[in-house]
């Protein structure tokens, strides 16, 4: 009769500590559920080369702690590939640099440069880059100080594939805001297959626009304007049933290139901007042909929506993904839309 009555208080015992485990981990679940429903889902977009995982860098930079040794260390070969392939490109068969003395606007390379450009180049050009040495550093340096190779400091650039996702608040943790999190996703076309999964219970949709590649081509079509790709994309997404009552950003990116190659360049040479016709030069003309675009993506987006969504937040932003500054101001402002929008739905103004 003892024995079993201790058999019985040992199950009795058993019982007690798996219903307390399981209390605590239904105590965790709902606290995690709970804390979800204060996250804001950002969903980044765009075409490929748009500039949005530049974006993406920068949130990083700007409100986490930047990247850890092994993220660093993981560029180092991207960097190597990209200073190559710079020096391939601006190479003098390319026709950027080319030795004519008749001609001022051309730049003039030295024999010593020219013997250090094609031996670059050449490297340049092969599938695995080797990693630079003191020797390539100094021959990199030489062309870099010629007249031909004064331009900004370069960046590390990689296509984006998958999807990568970070967790941040962009005045602190300390201060009112909202906690965000943002998720980036490849550009290209054979990337945006990956984007439907993500397209539920989405905050906002940040879609980068790059204006500045008006006159360029896809990479991954040569046939295809890129600007005509990104109208294409941008309508494509307004139209998304999910996105029924989710905000929209447009950051129209890279303006620091449109602006000086809008000078240069006709707007209409792209043929969803045919219509454009130049009224001055220097700024005056940078704002108004900057203003024509904005203006044509505002009439995409109300084409686009549909009289049930009307009442969706919509921004535009002029941005340059590169000015950690301006994109700083820029999320704050992004912020600030969104957390009056939820202050409205809440019935608080």
Known sequence: MGLLCSRNSRYAEADTEENAQAAEIERRIEQERKAEKHIQKL????TGESGKSTIFKQIKLLFQTGFDEEELKSCISVIHANIYQTIKYAKPEKGEFAQNELDSSKYVLSVENKVIGEKLSEIGSRLDCPCLNRELAQEIETLWKGSAFQED????????????????????ENK??????????????NERRKWIHLFEDVTAVIFCAAISEYDQTLFEDEQKNQMVETKELFDWVL?????????????LNKFDIFETKVLKVPLNVCEWFKDYQPVSTGKQEIEHAYEFVKKIFEELYFQSTTPD???????IYRTNALDQKLVKKTFKLVDESLRRRNLFEAGLL
């Open 43 to 46: 969903l980044l977009l765009g």
């Open 153 to 172: 400091v370069l960046y590390a650039r990689v296509r984006t594939t998958g999807v990568v996702e970070i967790q941040f608040s962009p005045v602190g």
């Open 176 to 189: 009112k805001s909202e906690v965000y999190r943002l998720f980036d996703v490849g550009g290209q076309r």
């Open 239 to 251: 139209k998304q049933p999910c996105f029924e009552k989710t905000s929209f950003m447009l950051f």
């Open 309 to 315: 969504r009307v009442d969706r937040v919509f921004k």
